[in-house]
């Protein structure tokens, strides 16, 4: 209880600003030739590919051109027509302005900053724990996946803006009118990036966090599909100068529903890499580390324990966020399925029923999905580990402490002890066994209170209220729980069942200690 309340202690020293800030040094620290400007990343497809794009489109910039034609690669090659060579992304002013290679490698490390500081905004409003946001921020810039992207400036872009989409969606669903530009800003800016193979897949999963919050009471079904399909209209319209070319180019090109082949799969035994980083990788002339079998990505190691707090997310949800979690994991699991190709059900059959997936390659790259879901999910285990933490222990001096010297519990906020709260009584009745009653009434009719909230329970009758206490109860089978707040926050406070334990801090339940 102590370690929970200690690092909740931390949450006032976190904030999208000093966040930001906190992984811009560890980045300075793992990084620092390249943002001094000494090194810069040249590792595989960065410098046969990304920054030779860049490097053309710079030249483009300067000479005042819109780059159309790429005459330098392959005897020459469509280049806006391409989607992924970021021609029309706003931020690539970035390496237009200033000198290369150096702002290249500002570019990349900018956008792990961005991808961060959105995934901890994202969490926040998920898991309401702000020490829990920012480790799943931290954990979503650091993992394999995102760093294993530095080498692909635009597959960067894509992913360190999945965060901002799904937080800007959810409120445009939710509230709709003005809050659909954020939503129609991200979508353009991911959609601007060129990489289907993380755009569609982010929407897809836009669309079943849609649901959750239609299944919620959030907004209407009618109006939560309308005000998504107005962003998908908008976005569209906003990158039509760059979807349009790429189509017309689709269609000209050699690619059809059957190219893909299932080249560069996981292998059977990859999740084994993801406990063990390096299991059954080998070197290449270079120096490098590719694993067996795929040189696609070069890791997609998240972390021991952070797996271990995604599987805790997923065991032991709560009650708010059981939806939430479930159209995090089942995706997720699906991702690493799908990255393991042929070997998998999941590859064949989704190609059968979607023919257009043949249409790209590598199917490890759903991985890049799981990049944003484990970290997603690690949050979620760390916010109920961490409400376990500070939640009383229930020993049996515990529950000595919470009975009236006569052996009864109170009945009413007034009768109630100091070092009580949220305690469960029954209309009139003695308990017949202090183990057995706690155990019943604590699983039928918990409550946790929250007097910061600064308004008063629908549930409470007017009674309850001039006399500070609310009370709940269902219809059948349960008995009738009443909240003596009134010493917090007097006639105003918020009570809903969550936790299948009474919660609180610890000196209201049991006293203060004497030193």
């Known amino acids: 209880m102590k370690a929970g309340n200690r690092l909740r202690d931390l949450t006032v020293w976190t904030s999208t600003p ?16 390249v943002l001094a400007g000494r090194n810069c990343f040249v590792r595989f497809d960065f410098g046969v590919f990304g920054y030779p794009l860049v490097h053309y489109a710079r030249e483009s910039f300067w000479r005042g051109e819109l780059p159309l034609w790429n005459p330098l690669s392959e005897c020459g090659v469509p280049f806006l027509a391409q989607w992924n060579t970021m021609v029309l ?30 995934m901890y905004r994202l969490l926040r409003v998920w898991t309401g724990e702000p020490f829990a946001a920012a480790f799943g921020g931290t954990l979503f810039t650091f993992s394999g996946v995102m760093l294993s992207s530095l080498v692909w400036p635009h597959v960067l872009v894509a992913s360190s803006w999945m965060p901002w989409l799904f937080l800007a969606c959810g409120r445009s669903v939710e509230q709709g009118g003005r809050a659909i ?51 998908v209209l908008l976005v569209a319209g906003l990158s039509a100068a760059q979807l349009l070319p790429f189509l017309d180019l689709l269609s000209r090109s050699q690619r059809d529903p059957s190219f ?4 560069w799969a996981m292998p059977a035994w990859g999740l084994a890499n993801l406990v063990v980083p390096l299991y059954r990788y080998g070197e290449t002339p270079q120096g490098l580390l590719v694993q067996e079998g795929q040189g696609y990505i070069a890791s997609y190691y998240f972390g021991a324990g952070a797996l271990a707090l995604a599987l805790a997310g997923i065991a032991f949800r709560r009650n708010g966020r059981r939806r939430v979690v479930l159209l995090l994991a089942i995706p997720a699991v699906l991702c690493f399925l799908f990255a393991a190709g042929e070997t998998a059900f999941v590859y064949p059959a989704a190609r059968r029923l979607f023919p257009p997936l043949g249409l790209g390659r590598y199917p490890i790259k759903s991985l890049f999905l799981a990049g944003f879901l484990v970290p997603a999910l690690a949050a979620l285990g760390l916010e109920c580990c961490l409400a376990k933490a500070s939640s009383p222990p229930w020993s049996r001096t515990s529950r000595a402490r919470l009975r009236d010297s006569d052996g009864s519990w109170p009945a009413t906020a007034s009768s109630s002890s100091p070092s009580s709260i949220c305690s469960p009584t029954s209309r009139g009745s003695s308990p017949r066994s202090p183990r057995a009653t706690l155990r019943q009434r604590s699983a039928r009719a918990s409550l946790r209170c929250s007097p910061s909230r600064g308004r008063v329970s629908p549930a409470c009758t007017s009674r309850q209220k001039s006399s ?6 269902r219809r059948t089978g349960w008995k009738r729980t009443i909240c ?13 069942r969550e936790s299948p334990r009474p919660a609180g801090p610890r000196h209201l339940w049991f006293g203060r200690r004497r030193k």
């Open 260 to 263: 893909a082949t299932g080249r």
């Open 468 to 473: 500070g206490g609310c009370s709940t109860a």
């Open 484 to 496: 003596p707040s009134a010493r917090l926050s007097g006639p105003t406070c918020t009570c809903w």
């Open 181 to 231: 530009i954020p939503a129609v800003l991200a979508g353009t800016m991911q959609m601007l990036s060129g990489v289907p193979e993380i755009i569609l897949p982010t929407w897809l999963l836009a669309l079943l966090l849609t649901s959750d919050r239609v299944a919620s009471g959030a907004a209407t079904a009618a109006a939560a599909l309308r005000r998504l399909s107005l962003v």
């Open 89 to 118: 992304y706003p931020f690539s002013l970035v390496y237009d302005l200033l000198p290369l290679p150096w702002s290249l490698g500002f570019f990349c490390l900018a956008h792990l900053v961005l991808g961060g500081a959105g």
């Open 18 to 33: 000093r966040l930001a800030a906190f992984l811009t040094v560890l980045l300075a620290v793992a990084f620092p030739t």
